[in-house]
């Protein structure tokens, strides 16, 4: 049985290899849709948000993963991904009427500001609790829950009948909204220009839709199961799921 799992460990290490390209999105696809879709998230969301724009919210859970894209990379532009870049971006998120973004500001920018602050507390519990996000195991774990929840987790109603129709878009990520938050964490030193945004959340959603197209080809969760077993003894990815999801929770207004 070791024998078996360690050639399905092997197999998803040069799988991941394979179809990483650009981004380790593997935790986008699906879980991180799914975690801020759940029945619990959308009770609390509703009443602090407009109901209408819950599916953005969902979308939006993406978002700091952009962080892992070649050309935030490349640029250092990876701070999107930190908890005081979350500060700045609520700052402006919840100031409409600031003479320097007040033409551009949108009624979703506080919600994307609260799904970048859900998937850090996401975060948090996953690499806190469960796998280190400096581990050899980390990516290949990702991507293994990735494939459990496609299978087990069933896509909230309002997002579509399949998680292949689930994906971060444009109006989940305003170019405008990280422009001045980006601008205002580096004082206008390494600001995220709105092509550059553009241009990573292309790579984001080809990675994403990537993922979707690997979890099908497994034709199932048991193989990651067994998988994630092997990796994370004695932890169960859905124990880490449910934390996640209070978490997330917890972080809404």
């Known amino acids: 049985m070791r024998a078996v799992v360690m050639r399905m460990?092997?197999?998803?290490l040069l799988v991941a290899a394979a179809w990483t390209g650009e981004v380790r999105a593997w935790g986008d696809a699906p879980t991180h849709f799914?975690?801020?879709?759940?029945?619990?998230?959308?009770e609390k969301f509703v009443l602090r948000f407009d109901p209408g724009l819950f599916p953005l919210f969902v979308?939006?859970?993406?978002?700091?993963d952009l962080a892992n894209t070649l050309l935030f990379q490349a640029s250092g532009r990876d701070y999107i991904h930190g908890a005081a870049f979350l500060a700045a971006l609520d700052y402006v998120a919840s100031r409409p009427k600031d003479r320097r973004w007040r033409s551009a500001w949108r009624p979703t920018w506080p919600v994307i500001a609260?799904?970048?602050?859900?998937?850090?507390?996401?975060d948090e519990v996953a690499h806190s609790q469960y796998v280190p996000p400096d581990s050899p195991r980390h990516e290949l774990v990702e991507l293994a829950v990735d494939t459990c929840v496609y299978y087990l987790k069933p896509v909230p109603e309002a997002l579509g009948d399949s998680w292949r129709e689930v994906n971060i878009s444009e109006a989940a990520?305003?170019?405008?909204?990280?422009?001045?938050a980006s601008y205002l964490y580096t004082g206008g030193r390494l600001p995220v220009y709105p092509w550059m945004?553009?241009?990573?959340?292309g790579s984001l959603r080809r990675s994403i839709e990537a993922a979707y197209e690997l979890h099908e080809a497994r034709g199932g969760p048991?193989?990651?199961?067994?998988?994630?077993?092997?990796?994370?003894?004695?932890?169960?990815w859905k124990t880490f799921y449910g934390a996640s999801v209070t978490a997330v929770v917890n972080s809404l207004p």
């Open 197 to 201: 945004t553009r241009e990573a959340l």
């Open 59 to 64: 979308e939006a859970a993406a978002g700091p």
């Open 114 to 122: 609260a799904a970048w602050r859900a998937h850090l507390a996401a």
């Open 222 to 236: 048991e193989g990651s199961e067994a998988l994630l077993k092997f990796l994370v003894p004695g932890k169960d």
């Open 9 to 12: 460990w092997l197999a998803s």
């Open 34 to 42: 799914s975690l801020c879709g759940e029945p619990a998230v959308q």
């Open 173 to 180: 990520c305003d170019p405008a909204l990280l422009y001045w």
